[in-house]
């Protein structure tokens, strides 16, 4: 599939370009350079440069969608044509997709208003997951106790 991609996209197939569209897909996630950096190297050494100027290529041709968080870091994903959105747990990162798209009628309102033409949005909500929630309730309840 990587192989694939690349070939739409008129780009050149290269074992490292290869490795990190492979890396993408399997982890269905958005991912950090320094993540993939972690993973790859474990196959294909390559530096975080490297792979820094390869998202960057990628996501210029539509392969891949950016998105800034934050924690100030650039998170990479496959472009999908159906759009998801995210909760991000800030305490141990927990990515968890949401199904529903809660603003495609603000979208198609704010079109009919301005005659603006949107071509996509980013949403991403961030707090902390029900997991953390209950880890940190229980740290507090041994401390009352203690």
């Known amino acids: 599939m990587s192989q694939t991609i690349l070939k739409d996209a008129a780009l050149k197939s290269t074992k490292k370009r290869r490795l990190l569209?492979?890396?993408l897909q399997a982890q269905n996630k958005p991912m950090t350079a320094e993540e993939l950096l972690e993973q790859s190297n474990t196959i294909l050494p390559m530096n975080l440069?490297?792979?820094?100027r390869t998202l960057n290529i990628f996501t210029e041709n539509g392969i891949l969608s950016k998105t800034l968080r934050k924690d100030g870091k650039a998170?990479?994903?496959l472009a999908k044509h159906d759009?998801?959105?995210h909760l991000i747990c800030t305490v141990c990162q927990k990515i968890i997709p949401i199904a529903h798209c809660p603003l495609q009628e603000l979208e198609e309102d704010l079109q009919q208003?301005?005659?603006f033409h949107i071509t996509g949005h980013l949403l991403?909500?961030?707090g902390i997951c029900a997991d953390c929630l209950q880890k940190n309730h229980a740290a507090n309840e041994k401390?009352?106790?203690d």
């Open 124 to 126: 991403e909500f961030s």
């Open 75 to 77: 998170y990479f994903a």
């Open 49 to 52: 440069s490297t792979i820094y």
């Open 143 to 145: 401390e009352k106790s």
């Open 21 to 23: 569209l492979s890396i």
């Open 83 to 85: 759009h998801t959105h």
């Open 113 to 115: 208003k301005t005659g």
